[in-house]
């Protein structure tokens, strides 16, 4: 299994450009989430999905999309890049809604810069 | 609104001691579940523990056990017999026992062991 995989590492936009992060799990899970990471803050929940055609808002929602249209594939669409979209982005799956030991599986994240 | 406080930045410990991080929340639900995340260099989140609120017993991973205080909302983790790849940073989290698996986190501590 290659686990979660994020797409791509690093990325550096102007301000207004759009972009996708793209992420893809091999396990077979249901639930998988978009998280970013501010400097000297945990994560915060901007979107999620309990499978494929079914998503949903989170914490910080504002900006972005996402859609799933397959179990695997679960991208994250950035329609106008602002700076204060500058952050780590993870994506996150799991078997089941609640996060469990082993059961629960992050992308290496991505660093996203709007300049 | 669930608030998460970390209130110990940076932490460190020798090579084989015992090491005690803090967390206390805030939220007037009853069920609920609580998190300790690590983060080492790497970056990836790994769950390392999970306690539900409705469970008096203090949950246990190997080496790492809480203390979970439900009046106090108090939720701190003890890492035994430290280990080098233990040097990380420590993040507590809290999740509603209904709707979305919508983590909060704490800012996080980061710990260091000392060989």
């Known amino acids: 299994n290659a686990g979660v995989t994020q797409t791509p590492k690093f990325q550096v936009l102007k301000t207004g450009q759009s972009m996708t992060l793209q992420c893809a799990q091999d396990?077979?899970?249901?639930?998988m989430s978009w998280y970013r990471q501010d400097p000297g803050m945990g994560l915060r929940l901007i979107h999620y999905s309990v499978g494929a055609g079914i998503t949903d808002q989170g914490e910080v929602p504002n900006g972005y999309n996402v859609s799933r249209s397959t179990t695997e594939d679960f991208p994250l669409r950035l329609l106008s890049a602002a700076p204060s979209q500058t952050s780590v982005y993870f994506c996150?799956?799991?078997?089941?809604?609640?996060?469990?030991?082993?059961?629960?599986?992050f992308g290496p994240g991505t660093r996203l810069t709007v300049l | 609104a669930q608030t998460v406080t970390q209130s110990q930045p940076e932490m460190s410990v020798q090579e084989a001691e015992t090491v005690t991080l803090s967390c206390t929340y805030d939220?007037?639900?009853?069920?609920?579940?609580l998190f300790w995340y690590k983060q080492p260099p790497s970056r990836q989140m790994i769950l390392v523990i999970r306690q539900e609120a409705y469970k008096q017993q203090n949950a246990t991973e190997n080496r790492f056990s809480v203390n979970f205080q439900k009046a106090a909302k108090s939720f701190s983790l003890k890492i035994s017999d430290s280990q080098l790849g233990d040097t990380a940073m420590y993040f507590c989290?809290?999740?509603?026992?209904?709707?979305?698996?919508?983590?909060?986190f704490g800012t996080g501590t980061r710990l260091t062991v000392i060989p």
């Open positions: 939220t007037s639900e009853n069920n609920y579940y």
């Open positions: 996150a799956s799991s078997y089941s809604f609640l996060p469990t030991p082993n059961e629960q599986f």
């Open positions: 396990m077979n899970h249901e639930y």
């Open positions: 989290a809290f999740m509603k026992k209904t709707g979305a698996n919508n983590l909060f």
